[in-house]
């Protein structure tokens, strides 16, 4: 007689090779991401002030965290620190940062991954300016 503990127990090995294969691809996702901020300055001038760190998900109330689940880390950009969350979903990246950034990102290439750090910085430079997005525009028009 199987029990509901024993199903659980299978269902856990039976997911282990795809929840780790995804979990490997959220985490490269997050490293190339680092990197494109690193270089979000331009070609050869890489920022030497951009570290990563990895974080639990505080959303994850499961572990192993289970398909189609959140991967984090705090990306430090200088005196700034950006938590910043993905996870895979109909085969995009889908992600958070900070207290109200979403993305979601198909493309995965080096000019991808610049621009969306780089829409991240401008979005962390809002944030610590207090301005709304419809304020920006107006102070830069």
Do not use: K
């Amino acid at each position: 007689m199987t029990t509901d503990f024993d199903a659980l127990q299978v269902a856990v090995q039976v997911s282990t090779e795809a929840r780790q294969a995804e979990a490997r691809v959220c985490e490269a996702f997050l490293n190339a991401l680092y990197q494109a901020f690193r270089h979000s300055g331009g070609p050869g001038l890489p920022l030497n002030n951009v570290s990563l760190d990895w974080a639990e998900d505080a959303a994850n109330r499961v572990r192993p965290v289970p398909l189609g689940g959140w991967h984090a880390a705090w990306v430090r950009l200088g005196l700034c620190e950006v938590y910043v969350r993905v996870r895979r979903d109909a085969g995009r990246f889908v992600g958070e940062y900070g207290p109200h950034g979403r993305f979601s990102q198909e493309g995965i290439g080096e000019s991808d991954l610049l621009g969306l750090a780089r829409t991240i910085l401008r979005d962390l430079v809002r944030e610590q300016r207090g301005s709304l997005p419809e304020e920006e525009a107006r102070l830069t028009n």
